[in-house]
């Protein structure tokens, strides 16, 4: 157990629809990143926050977005969904004295499987 | 573009032998290379992390090397065991500064088999 939690475990949901998949982050952690896995392209990193506020981007869409609350728990919002993102989405924290540096540990939660019907 | 290519896509070796997974790319600048360990449905667990200068870095039975001018690394298990059946990927960070712009391999899907 990682210690990072990531709710829900699963979510079905149609075309076209809005979801929002939430991540709370070790006790401590100040950085949060959000990632993508589909069979076909691997992870794929979209975001990354720290105390609340956006870090580094990836080849996240237009039709995501992210945010970081003040209790450090971040939510990823996905809208008119799309066959095409159906996939696993991970969330992982990183200690807070890295300052969110890509050379410290990523602890990853246990996603969540986005099903797009 | 950055890229990180690994080899082989998928691997099955007996119980007990050792086997190596290698790692190419083209990520630049280059800040820092890690292996993680991925089990079927699960997280990645992050296995070893190495910065420009370092070229091998040791855990537990998992080793991995770094060659900076060829652009290419490699994980070698030794005395694999059941519970190393997983896929195992690279990912490399780029950026100045340790900034956080990570690029991942596909993976190498390693079955082992009693």
């Known amino acids: 157990d990682s210690g990072v939690t990531q709710t829900p475990k699963h979510l079905i949901t149609a075309t076209g629809q809005r979801v929002t998949l939430r991540c709370s982050p070790r006790?401590?952690?100040?950085?949060v990143y959000w990632y993508q896995q589909s069979l076909d392209q691997g992870l794929q990193f979209l975001i990354q926050?720290?105390?609340?506020?956006?870090?580094a981007k990836g080849n996240i869409l237009e039709r995501f977005s992210a945010q970081q609350f003040p209790d450090l728990h971040s939510e990823l919002n996905l809208s008119s969904l799309e066959l095409g993102d159906s996939a696993l989405y991970f969330c992982?924290?990183?200690?807070?004295?890295?300052?969110?540096?890509?050379?410290?540990?990523?602890?990853f939660g246990p996603g969540t499987r986005l099903t797009v019907l | 573009k950055n890229q990180v290519e690994q080899s082989p896509q998928s691997l099955i070796i007996l119980e007990g032998k050792n086997c190596t997974l290698q790692?190419?790319?083209?990520?630049?600048?280059?800040?820092?290379l890690r292996w993680y360990k991925q089990d079927t449905g699960r997280g990645p667990v992050s296995l070893t992390i190495?910065?420009?200068?370092?070229n091998t870095k040791s855990n537990g039975r998992y080793t991995a090397t770094l060659d900076a001018d060829t652009k290419q690394s490699s994980l070698h298990i030794t005395a694999s065991q059941l519970s190393d059946s997983a896929s195992y990927i690279c990912?490399?960070?780029?950026?100045?500064?340790?900034?956080?712009?990570?690029?991942f391999g596909r993976g190498t899907s390693l079955i082992v088999h009693p």
């Open positions: 992982a924290s990183t200690p807070h004295q890295g300052g969110g540096s890509s050379y410290n540990e990523q602890f």
């Open positions: 006790s401590g952690d100040l950085s």
């Open positions: 926050y720290y105390n609340g506020e956006e870090r």
């Open positions: 790692c190419n790319y083209t990520v630049s600048p280059f800040s820092n």
């Open positions: 190495m910065t420009f200068s370092e």
């Open positions: 990912v490399v960070s780029g950026g100045s500064g340790g900034s956080y712009i990570p690029t």
